[in-house]
Nanobody, 127 residues
Framework: QVQLVESGGGLVQAGGSLRVSCAAS????????MAWFRQAPGKERDFVAA????????YYADSVKGRFTISGDKAQNTVYLQMNSLKPEDTALYYC????????????????????WGQGTQVTVSS
């Protein structure tokens, strides 16, 4: 089986920074892309950022553009999210995801594009 494990979450003041990480274990697989989603209590799970390995293309939600940076290593099925200038509205449980499928355009913005998910890591931004 494939397991994704997130780490690096925590409590930070508004304006601060955090880097969350995701690493795969178990059965080896070849991902086409990896991504981060987040979910606040009582709200839907929303897309945050994705990296498509082919060409190293990155995608970001409008709410995090200019503040967050996604990076990773295809061979190791690892992905990172550097979060700067954090705001209280960034508070959420952050989930890592991996896709074995191929798409274009807005494909990787959708949760259904991903085959594997982590358990989430909590990020809390205080004001």
């Amino acid at each position: 089986q494939v397991q994704l494990v997130e780490s690096g979450g925590g409590l930070v003041q508004a304006g601060g920074s955090l880097r969350v990480s995701c690493a795969a274990s178990g059965r080896t697989f070849s991902s086409s892309a990896m991504a981060w989603f987040r979910q606040a209590p009582g709200k839907e799970r929303d897309f945050v950022a994705a990296i498509k390995w082919s060409g190293g293309l990155t995608y970001y939600a409008d709410s995090v553009k200019g503040r967050f940076t996604i990076s990773g290593d295809k061979a190791q099925n690892t992905v990172y999210l550097q979060m700067n200038s954090l705001k209280p509205e960034d508070t959420a449980l952050y989930y890592c995801a991996a896709s074995e499928d191929y798409g274009s355009g807005s494909y990787y913005y959708n949760a259904w594009a991903y085959n594997y998910w982590g358990q989430g890591t909590q990020v809390t931004v205080s004001s």
